[in-house]
């Protein structure tokens, strides 16, 4: 277990932690009943939750969804980060506050990075990914696949003219398909270059290999990123209900992708 906190500088990792709902007693598909108050004392189950969820502006930030599945989603969020990173870096629970660019993306302290540790999370439904990289900027998405989503209203935001040519030949289910691995890897790559929808996702064209690798073969000016061709971006599934893409500005890397254990954080 302890080998999986060691990076190195040609690795990415990637996180993959489903969300334990079930000790909440709480079926992610099904509604929860208004009369649930959530509160830090139903995460006693977790080992050093508490330490590890010492500032306050993010047990507010959790608390304050409406959806009590959003207000778990959150604080488990900000609890497996820390865990990660107090791991990768020793920190042995201290006390630090995130530090945030000029879009609002979050970073590591520079005092407290020792490894030049740079991260990237998202989650979606019943699923949370953290992908950690040394050194260069990285991006991480997943998204469910809501097959009633009207694209029609979204492909314009998202789509190229290059890539809405080609949404308009699919069948009905490619088009889900291709919509949604198009936004993981826009949406990935986004956050790497860590300005979020601050630049359009339509100024950017993908093109995929059968190796389920996204290539940018055309951009329009980003004032954050000038060379898109030193990126990589990778699509993966956990489960055929999700989509997921990293980006990562490295030429050459070696990925590994680890699932977390609840059993082995649990008191």
């Known amino acids: 277990m302890l080998d999986n906190y060691i990076l190195n500088t040609n690795e990415v990792h990637i996180w993959i932690i489903k969300i334990p709902f079930v000790y909440f007693n709480i079926d992610f598909y ?25 500032n306050e502006k993010d047990i507010k930030k959790g608390l304050s969804f409406y959806q009590t599945k959003d207000q778990i989603s959150s604080l488990i969020s900000k609890y497996s980060l820390r865990f990660l990173l107090n791991n990768y870096l020793n920190l042995n629970f201290k006390n630090y506050d995130f530090e945030f660019n000029k879009y609002s993306k979050p970073f590591i302290p520079n005092f407290i990075n020792a490894l030049n540790l740079q991260y990237n999370l998202s989650h979606s439904g019943e699923y949370l990914l953290i992908s950690l990289n040394c ?30 040519d080609i949404w308009k030949t699919l069948k009905e289910d490619e088009k889900i398909e291709y919509f949604y691995k198009v936004w993981a890897c826009k949406e990935s790559i986004l956050k790497g ?75």
């Open 135 to 164: 050194y260069d900027n990285i991006g991480i998405d997943i998204e469910f696949m809501n097959k009633k989503i009207e694209i029609e209203c979204l492909k314009d935001q998202f789509f190229s003219k290059y890539e809405l």
């Open 30 to 54: 099904s509604s929860v009943s208004s009369d649930f108050k959530l509160n830090l004392k139903h995460f006693s189950f977790i080992k050093d939750f508490n330490k590890l969820l010492i």
């Open 193 to 267: 270059i860590g300005m979020g929808f601050s630049y359009l996702p339509s100024n950017i064209s993908f093109e995929f290999s059968p190796d389920n690798n996204g290539k940018i073969i055309q951009s329009s000016v980003c004032h954050e990123e000038s060379d898109f061709d030193q990126w990589k971006t990778k699509l993966f599934k956990i489960d055929n209900n999700y989509q997921s893409a990293f980006s990562v500005r490295k030429n050459t890397f070696h990925v590994k992708y680890i699932n977390w254990d609840w059993d082995k954080i649990l008191i």
